[in-house]
């Protein structure tokens, strides 16, 4: 049964997944961050990066389909992806649209899978506590690894109001630069705001336009800046460790 619920799931680009006792499905599509992951709210402070095999990068690929123009037989269109056949030469995947009756659905399938090997080719793995217990497979995640970006960009806030919070080390604020805090809300949601601060190192930071509520003493916090971003990730898989400690994978 699962096995045909993948299929029926592979149609919209969907991933089903089992959790609570029940099965969800999940589709690749445009959305927004629903969680901040820093240094300070994960298990050991640590991220763990790998990329993908080359030998999983395919450039071409042949997508059989069903024609209806010809009695719904199986039809075969080739796909390939220009960009990635110059840089790592004509590797070939084969793939089966199911419930294809069109020719321009079996082309963005084919292009679908090799654009994502292309560009989706680092994943990360980390463990987290009750932060990552109702993150599931498609949600997207923002990551601010200082060790990743060789500077402090993220922590836990001491004290905050809605137009400024204190942060656990000061921040250093350039002139010239746009900032924008990244912030966990008392609701699970997470708010950005462009800050105001003046140039030079401060402890407290301070935006025009007033949260929805407070931040929480202890809320994760991140910082985007001209020249440097939180990174952003998909969830793939989530699993409970142990006793509220979860390790997720995402890309």
């Known amino acids: 049964a699962f096995a045909a619920v993948n299929t029926l799931a592979s149609i919209f680009r969907g991933m089903p997944f089992?959790?609570?006792?029940?099965?969800?499905?999940?589709?690749?599509?445009?959305?927004?961050?629903?969680?901040?992951f820093t240094n300070s709210n994960v298990v050991g402070g640590q991220?763990?990066?790998?990329?993908?095999?080359?030998?999983?990068?395919?450039?071409?690929?042949?997508?059989?389909?069903?024609?209806?123009a010809d009695g719904y037989k199986a039809a075969v269109e080739f796909v390939e992806d220009a960009a990635g056949v110059g840089q790592y030469g004509v590797r070939q995947v084969d793939i089966v649209a199911s419930g294809c009756t069109s020719r321009g659905q079996a082309i963005r399938a084919g292009k679908w899978v090799l654009d994502t090997e292309r560009t989706a080719t680092e994943s990360v793995h980390f463990q987290a506590g009750l932060d990552a217990a109702d993150k599931f497979p498609g949600d997207i995640v923002s990551i601010a690894d200082?060790?990743?970006?060789?500077?402090?960009?993220?922590?836990?806030a001491t004290a905050a109001t809605t137009t400024s919070l204190a942060i656990d080390a000061p921040f250093t604020i350039v002139a010239g630069h746009a900032y924008t805090l990244k912030v966990m809300l008392p609701d699970g949601s997470l708010a950005t705001r462009t800050l105001t601060n003046s140039a030079g190192a401060t402890s407290t930071l301070t935006w025009g336009t007033a949260l929805a509520a407070a931040p929480l003493a202890g809320a994760v916090w991140a910082i985007t800046e001209t020249s440097l971003a939180t990174r952003e990730f998909m969830i793939v898989s989530s699993t409970e460790?142990?006793?509220?400690?979860?390790?997720?994978m995402a890309v």
Do not use: C
């Not at 991220?47 to 209806?68: I, Q």
């Not at 460790?241 to 997720?248: D, G």
């Open 47 to 68: 991220f763990k990066y790998e990329g993908t095999s080359l030998k999983s990068r395919h450039t071409v690929a042949k997508v059989v389909w069903n024609d209806p």
């Open 18 to 36: 089992w959790s609570a006792g029940a099965v969800r499905p999940v589709a690749d599509m445009p959305k927004s961050p629903v969680a901040l």
């Open 241 to 248: 460790v142990k006793a509220a400690t979860f390790e997720l």
């Open 146 to 156: 200082e060790n990743y970006a060789q500077k402090v960009i993220g922590g836990r």
